[in-house]
């Protein structure tokens, strides 16, 4: 599998200037999600063996971006089909989660 990565560039100029690229993550399907200055990142990764779903926040604009959190953490499950929504200081992450145990044939 081919690995991406998520980039992130902000423009408070009306998109005649932009900020340097911030790079977030290496990823799968990255919907982003912005409320005020509030952006947020969800995605899957299969980095660890299986597919986790991870976010990140950043409350400037994007300028910076706390840590990865993984909000599935589920290691014998697969997590995948990560869709994002915020509305004013909340955000809403949702995935689909995959329990069926793995076959090799």
Not at 37 to 55: I, M, P, Q, R
Not at 69 to 91: G, M, W
Request: aromatic letters at 10%.
């Amino acid at each position: 599998m081919t690995s991406c990565s998520v980039n992130f560039l902000n423009s408070e100029a009306n998109a005649q200037l932009f900020s340097d690229r911030r790079h977030t993550s290496l990823v799968i399907d990255a919907p982003i999600a912005v409320s005020s200055d509030n952006v947020y990142v969800a995605w899957w990764t299969n980095k660890s063996g299986n597919n986790e779903v991870l976010f990140r926040a950043s409350n400037d604009n994007g300028a910076t971006f706390d840590d990865k959190i993984n909000l599935s953490n589920t290691p014998n499950s697969e997590s995948e089909d990560v869709k994002i929504q915020a509305s004013d200081s909340n955000v809403y992450v949702t995935w689909w989660e995959r329990n069926q145990p793995k076959t090799i044939l």
